[in-house]
């Protein structure tokens, strides 16, 4: 009787992968003693600020500012600190290019679509607006020196998604008319200094979604990070 080869696992979009712990070395640190040494508070909110000032030098997007975030906080041991910041040069090097400046600021779709993916620098406020069609915004990979985003989102008779990095805080505000607003991220660290995005979200007879990556295109994702880590 022949035997059936194994099957590769398949992987399950309801347990997706935690980015977070690419960027933190296998526990409990490295070989040299200092680098096992738990880290303070403190410590990690200096890591948290070198990002902060990271980003402002255009160096991080605000998908790897929020990650990188997270993942400081995570930290135990100053060993991974200093892995999350490996790559950056100390302070006080000179700044590296930021990337151009956003100058789209509004975005809609009229009995239509607009899907928008944003890789420039945000310095200001965005508007969405969705009259009977779809609005889609992808903030993962635009630069954000200020670590905050302000949108203006309106859907009458429409939609508008707006898409953000795992980890980011989300401050909803505005109102619904025979229409949702609806906020699917998970929830940062409580007292955490993670990058904000405020959202004064008005629905009339429509939906305004704020989702993060995890809950954009879960199983796409999870067979994305299956096929990685297969490798």
């Given at each position: 009787?022949?035997?059936?080869?194994?099957q590769?696992?398949?992987?399950s979009p309801?347990?997706p992968?935690?980015?977070?712990q690419?960027?933190?070395?296998?526990?409990?640190?490295t070989d040299a003693?200092?680098?096992?040494?738990?880290?303070?508070?403190?410590?990690?909110?200096?890591?948290?600020e070198r990002?902060?000032i990271?980003?402002?030098e255009?160096?991080?997007t605000?998908?790897?500012?929020?990650?990188?975030s997270?993942?400081?906080?995570?930290?135990v041991t100053?060993?991974?600190?200093?892995?999350?910041?490996?790559?950056?040069?100390?302070?006080?090097?000179?700044g590296?290019?930021?990337?151009p400046?956003?100058?789209?600021?509004?975005?809609s779709a009229?009995?239509?679509?607009c899907?928008?993916?944003i890789?420039?620098?945000?310095?200001?406020?965005?508007?969405?607006?969705a009259v009977m069609?779809?609005?889609?915004?992808?903030?993962r990979?635009a630069?954000?020196?200020?670590?905050?985003?302000?949108?203006?989102?309106?859907a009458?008779m429409?939609?508008v998604?707006?898409i953000?990095?795992?980890?980011?805080?989300?401050v909803?505000?505005g109102?619904?008319?025979?229409g949702?607003?609806?906020?699917?991220?998970?929830?940062?660290?409580?007292?955490?200094r993670?990058?904000v995005v405020?959202?004064?979200?008005?629905a009339?007879?429509g939906?305004?979604?704020?989702?993060?990556?995890?809950?954009h295109?879960?199983f796409?994702?999870?067979?994305?990070?299956?096929?990685?880590?297969?490798?």
């Open positions: 009787m022949s035997q059936s080869s194994p590769p696992e398949r992987p309801c347990r992968r935690d980015r977070r690419d960027l933190l070395p296998d526990r409990p640190g003693a200092g680098d096992a040494i738990r880290a303070s508070d403190a410590e990690r909110e200096a890591v948290v990002l902060r990271a980003s402002v255009g160096r991080l605000f998908e790897e500012l929020t990650e990188r997270e993942a400081a906080y995570a930290a100053r060993g991974e600190l200093d892995g999350i910041t490996a790559d950056l040069p100390g302070m006080g090097a000179p590296a290019n930021p990337a400046r956003q100058v789209q600021r509004k975005f009229v009995m239509g679509d899907k928008e993916r890789v420039g620098r945000i310095d200001g406020p965005l508007e969405a607006v069609g779809d609005v889609q915004l992808d903030l990979g630069q954000v020196p200020t670590g905050e985003i302000s949108i203006s989102a309106t009458v429409g939609d998604k707006i953000v990095p795992d980890g980011v805080s989300v909803l505000s109102h619904a008319f025979l949702d607003r609806k906020v699917n991220v998970r929830e940062a660290q409580p007292g955490a993670v990058p405020r959202v004064a979200a008005h009339v007879m939906d305004v979604k704020i989702v993060d990556d995890e809950h295109a879960p796409r994702r999870a067979v994305a990070d299956w096929w990685r880590d297969r490798k």
